[in-house]
């Protein structure tokens, strides 16, 4: 490998195949080799395209996620690539299954894009004995050591997670629900924190914070976001609301335990 992990996805969603894709092409250390949507179509690009980590669903047409597992492992390949099952498919023995068939990690939808990455490039290392992960976390929720309730209430909300705005945006609840302190600061503390940590311009985060919750408020789950915000005005007149009521809202409401089961 050259330093560039190339990724593929069997996945025969096409609305989720396009979150991977952008996903992907959002790291520079990463590149997309394609995406099949079925099973055979998945083992015919392995062979050709060569990747070094597959996403791979369960359900699938023709033939299964765990068939492409079994056929893999009596495929003579060169180098056999790393695979993360990517599927809302959460029984115990599932996991189990693929783990015996040589899957390196287990990743349920919905799960969050950083986590995503993070587990991409430990399956694309040298050491390839990552154990496969089984859900600890309560249902509906995105499963990671570090994917918490942040991130749950995210996806619920329709917060497309392959904005640059959405890490920003999770990690700026995840402080305030730690410190609401950092609300009197959020332009001075909270955003170069964030803009630090990330190397990049408290600006920068500002925006992508602004433009991902306005991207929420457009196209998520309304339903949700009545449940999270109320009536407020914000919700009336159709505008998104500031970072800052935003962030607050959301950290609040899980601060005191609000949204547990919501």
Avoid at 220 to 245: E, H, I, M, W
């Amino acid at each position: 490998m050259d330093g560039t992990i190339r990724v593929m996805a069997a996945e025969n969603n096409r609305d989720m195949c396009e979150v991977l894709e952008a996903l992907v092409r959002g790291e520079p250390d990463l590149e997309w080799a394609g995406s099949a949507e079925d099973g055979l179509q998945a083992l015919d690009m392995i062979v050709q395209v060569k990747p070094d980590v597959v996403l791979l669903d369960i359900i699938m047409p023709y033939l299964d996620g765990l068939g492409v597992l079994q056929r893999l492992a009596e495929m003579d390949l060169a180098r056999k690539p790393g695979i993360i099952i990517v599927t809302a498919f959460e029984e115990e023995s599932m996991v189990k299954r693929s783990a015996r068939l040589g899957a390196d990690y287990y990743l349920l939808k919905p799960f969050d894009g950083a986590c995503l990455l993070s587990r991409i490039r430990q399956v694309a290392g040298v050491d390839k004995a990552l154990p496969v992960r089984t859900r600890s976390t309560a249902p509906g929720a995105a499963y990671s050591g570090t994917c918490d309730q942040v991130a749950r209430v995210l996806f619920r909300m329709g917060t497309p997670t392959y904005f640059k705005g959405y890490q920003y945006l999770k990690e700026a609840i995840e402080m305030v629900r730690s410190d609401p302190g950092l609300l009197a600061v959020i332009t001075k503390s909270l955003y170069p924190k964030i803009a630090e940590k990330h190397e990049t311009t408290p600006l920068i985060v500002e925006a992508a914070i602004r433009y991902t919750i306005q991207k929420t408020w457009k196209h998520g789950n309304v339903g949700y976001l009545k449940k999270v915000f109320g009536q407020c005005g914000a919700l009336r007149d159709g505008k998104a609301p500031t970072n800052s009521f935003f962030i607050a809202r959301v950290a609040e409401e899980l601060r005191l335990g609000m949204m547990e089961g919501a």
